[in-house]
């Protein structure tokens, strides 16, 4: 019995929930098989020449939901259409009359998810062909190539993450069904492993899960940053000013004196910084926010750099309240997850000594 993640269970049975065809239509789906066409199959393996779909349900909603909860962590909209084609033992993108598809086989859905005993594995292949379609690869004319499968593949191991996935469970179906040699469309495995890993440690350093890789904190200034090794002090209180209300074009120090006084500082990101400033440079108490005004930071800077006691809110519902030095945490801190644990140890280069 494949292990399913609990998460998803309600709308990730691919196969067995999805027991015909996903979308109304009178005539057979041919598939485009002439010179120049793009199909990505997810193998590598070759599809047959007379492989010929007959879409005839018109519920697609199942199917669609799947799309969009693989979408819904990266802020996209579903941009093509999902079908079953049985008899392809595959998973594909393709373009048809300028209309994006995904083909799957439910039998093949299924028969991965038995073999590697979790539905991860097909949510996995369902992702790397949604990424072909968000990257533009079906539409450039110029067919399949080893690179395409490596960007699918590193965009599937991001998006893994973000649903929940644990690193073996991103790779679990490249390593079940990836040829051990490269062909002129298909890298070999280890190339896509790799591509997986990669783009599911970039999704951990920006919205990090593990409970021991904790993120180090990125400033932004208005000069360049230079290292600093001047030595902690105590912190002062810190109250928080309000963020500035309404939404403003201007770029640069918007209001008070961003020089040697108290100011807001607004960034070309959108992001901004109120508070106290020394020769041009955050330095003093002061509050950071990301771009859609929700608080980022709020404590103290010594020369640009994130320095003595402070807090530092994560995108994903963390936060880290403690000491800084040079710009990530170091010294006495507690880190919160966003799920209610935490870590309170010191800290070194923004991770926690054991």
Same mark, same amino acid.
């Given at each position: 019995?494949?292990?399913?993640?609990?998460?998803?269970?309600?709308?990730?049975?691919?196969?067995?929930?999805?027991? /015909?065809?996903?979308? %109304?239509?009178?005539?057979?789906?041919?598939?485009?098989? /002439?010179?120049?066409?793009?199909?990505?199959?997810? @193998? /590598?393996?070759?599809?047959?020449?007379?492989?010929?779909?007959?879409?005839?349900?018109?519920?697609?909603?199942?199917?669609?939901?799947? +799309?969009?909860?693989?979408?819904?962590?990266?802020?996209?909209?579903?941009?093509?259409?999902?079908?079953?084609?049985?008899?392809?033992?595959?998973?594909?993108?393709?373009?048809?009359?300028?209309?994006?598809?995904?083909?799957?086989?439910?039998?093949?859905?299924?028969?991965?998810?038995?073999?590697?005993?979790?539905?991860?594995?097909?949510?996995?292949?369902?992702?790397?062909?949604?990424?072909?379609?968000?990257?533009?690869?079906?539409?450039?004319?110029?067919?399949?190539?080893?690179?395409?499968?490596?960007?699918?593949?590193?965009?599937?191991?991001?998006?893994?993450?973000?649903?929940?996935?644990?690193?073996?469970?991103?790779? +679990?179906?490249?390593?079940?069904?990836?040829?051990?040699?490269?062909?002129?469309?298909?890298?070999?495995?280890?190339?896509?492993?790799?591509?997986?890993?990669?783009?599911?440690?970039?999704?951990?350093?920006?919205?990090?899960?593990?409970?021991?890789?904790?993120?180090?904190?990125? %400033?932004?200034?208005?000069?360049?940053?230079?290292?600093?090794? @001047?030595?902690?002090?105590?912190?002062?209180?810190?109250? %928080?000013?309000?963020?500035? +209300?309404?939404?403003?074009?201007?770029?640069?120090?918007?209001?008070?004196?961003?020089?040697?006084?108290? /100011?807001?500082? +607004?960034?070309?990101?959108?992001?901004?910084?109120?508070?106290?400033?020394?020769?041009?440079?955050?330095?003093?108490?002061?509050?950071? $926010?990301?771009?859609?005004?929700?608080?980022? $930071?709020?404590?103290?800077?010594?020369?640009?750099?994130?320095?003595? *006691?402070?807090?530092?809110?994560?995108?994903?519902?963390?936060? *880290?309240?403690?000491?800084?030095?040079?710009?990530?945490?170091?010294?006495?801190?507690? *880190? $919160?997850?966003?799920?209610?644990?935490?870590?309170?140890?010191?800290?070194?280069?923004?991770?926690?000594?054991?």
């Amino acid at each position: 019995m494949p292990v399913r993640s609990a998460l998803f269970l309600p709308v990730l049975l691919l196969s067995t929930a999805l027991a /015909g065809p996903l979308i %109304a239509q009178t005539n057979t789906l041919p598939l485009p098989l /002439g010179s120049g066409a793009f199909i990505c199959s997810y @193998t /590598g393996g070759k599809i047959g020449p007379q492989v010929v779909c007959s879409p005839t349900t018109a519920s697609n909603g199942h199917a669609e939901k799947v +799309v969009d909860r693989i979408l819904k962590p990266i802020g996209l909209i579903r941009n093509f259409k999902v079908i079953e084609c049985s008899n392809t033992d595959n998973c594909f993108a393709t373009v048809l009359k300028g209309q994006r598809f995904i083909v799957y086989d439910g039998a093949f859905m299924q028969q991965i998810e038995e073999e590697t005993e979790t539905d991860w594995s097909a949510i996995s292949i369902m992702a790397h062909e949604i990424g072909h379609h968000l990257q533009g690869h079906t539409i450039d004319g110029r067919g399949g190539q080893p690179i395409k499968e490596i960007e699918a593949d590193k965009f599937s191991g991001f998006v893994l993450h973000q649903l929940g996935a644990s690193l073996d469970e991103a790779t +679990v179906a490249v390593r079940a069904l990836g040829d051990e040699h490269a062909t002129s469309t298909h890298p070999a495995k280890p190339a896509r492993v790799e591509a997986i890993r990669k783009g599911w440690l970039e999704a951990e350093s920006m919205y990090p899960k593990s409970r021991t890789a904790i993120k180090t904190p990125v %400033a932004m200034a208005p000069k360049a940053i230079t290292p600093t090794n @001047t030595p902690a002090v105590a912190a002062r209180p810190v109250i %928080a000013p309000k963020a500035p +209300v309404g939404s403003s074009s201007r770029v640069g120090c918007v209001s008070g004196d961003c020089e040697d006084g108290t /100011g807001t500082f +607004v960034y070309p990101t959108r992001e901004r910084y109120v508070g106290e400033f020394e020769e041009g440079d955050k330095h003093g108490e002061g509050v950071e $926010y990301y771009a859609d005004g929700k608080l980022k $930071y709020k404590g103290n800077f010594r020369d640009n750099l994130r320095s003595d *006691y402070g807090v530092y809110y994560y995108r994903n519902g963390d936060k *880290y309240a403690g000491w800084f030095q040079n710009n990530i945490p170091n010294g006495k801190g507690t *880190y $919160y997850f966003a799920d209610g644990d935490k870590i309170v140890a010191t800290f070194r280069n923004g991770k926690p000594m054991q």
